[in-house]
C-alpha cells in the first residue's frame, strides 16, 4: 500500500516569498491533517480536512497560511508571505475516517516538507 | 481537553526494557490512549492505542491503570534501531475535532550498546 506522499522534500525561501506544499493522502482515507514541526517540538496541527470540508482550523494563521482540498483527495499548504519564524518540517497526515466516540483513528503521516526561510 | 506530561529524555542500554510513562490527570470518559514514535526526519508513526488495562503488539505494550490518569508504555528488551522521540496523545477520535490530535514535546530515548 503506498503510503502518504509529500512535496518538494526540502524547500528554501527567502522571507516574504511564498511557497506551496503538496500532500496526496493514502487512497480511501477522507481525513487530512497538516502538521507544522519546529525543531525540537512535536507537531503541531495546523488544519484538518475530512474529505473536502474543514473540520479545524483554529491553529492555521489564516494571514499568511493556506490550505485546499479539492475534489476530497489531493491538499496544497500555501505560505504567503513566509516569516523566518516558519523554519519547519510541514507534515501531512490521513487517516482513514473520522471517526466518533473513539476507535482506532491511526494516523499515516508522509515524510514531510522541510522549510528553510532566509 | 487533556493534557499530557511525559519525561522529556531517557537513556537505556540494548536489551533492556524501557517503560515511558505519561500522566493524563484529567483524561475523560471517552478518551482513548495513543502512543507514537518518530524518528529524525521521517513524520511520526503509531505504536499502540487503548483504553483501560493492557493492551499488546508485535512492537509494545501499553499499561492503563483502573483510574486511567497515567499511561506506561513498554517496550521490551530495546535495540539500537527505537532510539526515537515517543509521544503520548490522549482524547477521542473525531468526536470533538483536534482534542486527539495534539503532540506535547514527548520523550527522546536514547539506546546504547
Known amino acids: 500500500e503506498a503510503g502518504v506522499a509529500q512535496s518538494p522534500r526540502y524547500k528554501i525561501i527567502e522571507k516574504r516569498q511564498s511557497v506551496a506544499f503538496w500532500c496526496n493522502p493514502i487512497?480511501?482515507?477522507?481525513?487530512l491533517y497538516w502538521y507544522q514541526q519546529i525543531l525540537g517540538q512535536g507537531p503541531k496541527l495546523l488544519i484538518q480536512f475530512q474529505n473536502n470540508g474543514v473540520v479545524d482550523d483554529s491553529q492555521l494563521p489564516k494571514d499568511r497560511f493556506s490550505a485546499e482540498r479539492l475534489k476530497g483527495v489531493d491538499s496544497t499548504l500555501k505560505i504567503q508571505p513566509a516569516k523566518l519564524e516558519d523554519s519547519a518540517v510541514y507534515l501531512c497526515?490521513?487517516?482513514?475516517?473520522?471517526?466518533?466516540?473513539?476507535?482506532?483513528?491511526?494516523?499515516?503521516f508522509g515524510e514531510g516538507s522541510r522549510l528553510t526561510v532566509l | 481537553l487533556a493534557k499530557t506530561t511525559q519525561p522529556i529524555s531517557m537513556d537505556s542500554y540494548e536489551g533492556q526494557e524501557v517503560n515511558i510513562t505519561c500522566s493524563h490527570n484529567n483524561i475523560a470518559t471517552n478518551d482513548y490512549i495513543t502512543w507514537y514514535q518518530q524518528f529524525p526526519s521521517q513524520g511520526p508513526r503509531f505504536i499502540i492505542q487503548?483504553?483501560?488495562t493492557k493492551v499488546t503488539n508485535e512492537v509494545a505494550s501499553l499499561f492503563i491503570p483502573a483510574d486511567r490518569k497515567s499511561s506506561t508504555l513498554s517496550l521490551p528488551r530495546v535495540s539500537l534501531s527505537d532510539t526515537a522521540v515517543y509521544y503520548c496523545?490522549?482524547?477521542?477520535?473525531?468526536?470533538?475535532?483536534?482534542?486527539?490530535?495534539?503532540f506535547g514535546k514527548g520523550t527522546t530515548l536514547s539506546v546504547s550498546s
Open positions: 487512497s480511501g482515507h477522507a481525513t
Open positions: 496523545l490522549v482524547g477521542i477520535w473525531g468526536l470533538e475535532a483536534g482534542t486527539a490530535l495534539i
Open positions: 487503548g483504553y483501560k
Open positions: 497526515a490521513s487517516s482513514l475516517e473520522l471517526l466518533g466516540g473513539g476507535g482506532t483513528g491511526e494516523l499515516f
